[in-house]
C-alpha cells in the first residue's frame, strides 16, 4: 500500500477519533461548534495531501527518482490520498448522522419548524404566504407542512454525506494543484511546473 493512502487512512481516523471525543464530552455540538467541526475535518484533509505527497516525494528522491516525474503525476499522487480520506470520511459522515447522533438533524429540523411557526403565525408573513396562488387556500398548519418539506430533504444523513463528498472532492483537487506547485518551486525546486 503506497504511504499516501495510508497517510489518508491515518488522517481519516485520527479525525473521527476525534470527532468521537467532541461528541462523548458534547463539546461543539451547538450550532457555532458545526463550524469548528468542519474546519477540524479541513484541517485533517489538508494535512493527508500534504504529508501524504511529501511522504511520496521524499521517496522519488530516495530512489533516485526526484526529477523524472511531471507535474501531472505529483499532482495525481496527491489526489490520491486526498480521494481515499474523502471517501472514507464522506462514509463516517453518513454513520456518524444516520447511527450515531440522528437527534443533531432533528433539532435542526425542530429549531427550523420554530421559525417558519413564528413566520406563519405573523399577521403580515402569513399575508405573504398566501399571496401566491398555491397557498390562498391552504391553513396554517397545511402551509408549515409545506415550508417544512424542503429543509426536511436537506437535513438528513445522505445528503449531508454527498455535499460533504462534493465539498472535500473540490478542496481536494484544488489542494492537490497547490501543494505540487508549492512543492515542485519551493521545496524541491524543480524548475518545471
Known amino acids: 500500500m503506497r504511504p499516501s493512502i495510508k497517510i489518508a487512512l491515518l488522517f481519516a481516523g485520527i479525525w473521527f477519533l476525534v470527532r468521537m471525543c467532541f461528541f462523548q464530552f458534547q463539546l461543539f455540538q451547538n450550532e457555532s461548534g458545526v463550524k469548528i467541526l468542519i474546519l477540524w475535518n479541513l484541517f485533517c484533509l489538508l494535512m493527508a495531501i500534504t504529508i501524504g505527497t511529501l511522504v511520496e516525494k521524499l521517496k522519488e528522491k530516495r530512489e533516485g527518482r526526484g526529477s523524472e516525474g511531471s507535474a501531472f503525476a505529483d499532482i495525481k499522487e496527491a489526489m490520491r490520498g486526498g480521494m481515499i480520506y474523502t471517501v472514507v470520511v464522506a462514509g463516517l459522515i453518513y454513520l456518524y448522522y444516520s447511527k450515531i447522533d440522528p437527534a443533531y438533524n432533528e433539532r435542526q429540523l425542530a429549531r427550523i419548524g420554530e421559525k417558519y411557526q413564528e413566520e406563519i403565525n405573523d399577521p403580515k408573513q402569513l399575508a405573504i404566504f398566501k399571496r401566491d396562488p398555491e397557498n390562498a387556500?391552504?391553513?396554517?398548519?397545511?402551509?408549515?407542512?409545506?415550508?417544512?418539506?424542503?429543509?426536511?430533504?436537506?437535513?438528513?444523513?445522505?445528503?449531508?454525506?454527498?455535499?460533504?463528498?462534493?465539498?472535500?472532492?473540490?478542496?481536494?483537487?484544488?489542494?492537490?494543484?497547490?501543494?505540487?506547485?508549492?512543492?515542485?518551486?519551493?521545496?524541491?525546486?524543480?524548475?518545471?511546473l
Not at 408549515?144 to 481536494?172: C, D, H, R, V
Open 137 to 192: 387556500s391552504l391553513t396554517k398548519e397545511e402551509i408549515l407542512k409545506k415550508a417544512m418539506e424542503g429543509p426536511k430533504s436537506f437535513y438528513n444523513p445522505g445528503s449531508t454525506m454527498i455535499l460533504s463528498l462534493l465539498g472535500m472532492l473540490l478542496l481536494t483537487t484544488v489542494n492537490a494543484i497547490v501543494v505540487t506547485v508549492v512543492f515542485r518551486r519551493v521545496l524541491f525546486k524543480q524548475g518545471t
